[in-house]
């Protein structure tokens, strides 16, 4: 059984409107009835559209969230701070830079090769 108005509800209805309107006001009652369920579908329309905007902020911003967190949790950026670290620690070692010869330019690396004698 469906809620809807069948046929025969429907003629119930616009023979009580005749009776109780009259012949002569019924067409500009029907006119009127029919304006204000078409504002009524625009505003349920209107209502819904604004739900479904709501809805899709709603999405937007936990979109947001997970690229963020994404951003944050970055294993690439973890990784290349951890190779950043080892390489600082290889070059410089445990604040033993002092006693780490220098790369230098090669020239300075020739120069504290020691002396080979001729012969």
Sequence with gaps: M??????????VVLVLALVVVGPQQLP????????????ARAM????????????RETELAELRKEIEALKK?????????????VAYEARFGDGKAAEKPSAGTPSDRAESLPERGNG
Excluded at 2 to 11: D, F, K, Q, T
Excluded at 31 to 39: D, W
Excluded at 49 to 55: H, K, L, M, N, P
Aim: aromatic share 4%; glycine share 10%.
């Design 2 to 11: 469906s809620p809807g108005i069948g046929m025969p509800e429907l003629m």
């Design 28 to 39: 500009v009652m029907m006119r009127k009835v029919g304006q204000i369920m078409a504002q």
């Design 44 to 55: 349920a329309k209107e209502f819904q559209q604004s739900f479904e905007e709501i809805g």
């Design 73 to 85: 949790s970055n294993p690439v950026e973890e990784i290349r701070g951890e190779v950043d670290k």
